[in-house]
């Protein structure tokens, strides 16, 4: 069984920078698309960020492109989003989303639980 577990979140005065990490535990064999989403307060969860084959494409929402970097680590099982210049609007909590394969052959489709970006001065 594939489980993700995200870290990284918190508290940022406006321009700071987080880096979100979401690592996949489990008999992983490889990721081969992710996604950063996040839901603000009273608002409905929207896609951020998103990586396919393996990291080698990606697409972001208009409001976070040139601040925002997904990428995918293959080797330590883990996709990451290095989020700069944060704004109060990016205040969220975000959820990482993977789909892969395990090393049984068989594909998965996993959320992590969550973890909250506030952006405060």
């Known amino acids: 069984q594939v489980q993700l577990v995200e870290s990284g979140g918190g508290l940022v005065r406006p321009g700071g920078s987080l880096r979100l990490s979401c690592v996949a535990s489990g008999t992983v064999f490889s990721i081969n698309d992710a996604g950063w989403y996040r839901q603000g307060p009273g608002k409905q969860r929207e896609l951020v960020a998103h990586?396919?084959?393996?990291?080698?494409?990606?697409t972001y929402v208009d409001s976070v492109k040139g601040r925002f970097t997904i990428s995918t680590d293959n080797a330590k099982k883990a996709v990451y989003l290095q989020m700069t210049n944060l704004k109060p609007e990016d205040t969220a909590v975000y959820y990482c989303?993977?789909?892969?394969?395990?090393?049984?052959?068989?594909?998965?489709?996993?959320w992590g639980q969550g973890t909250q970006v506030t952006v405060s001065s």
């Open positions: 990586s396919t084959r393996g990291g080698a494409s990606t």
């Open positions: 989303n993977a789909q892969g394969m395990t090393r049984t052959l068989i594909e998965f489709n996993v």
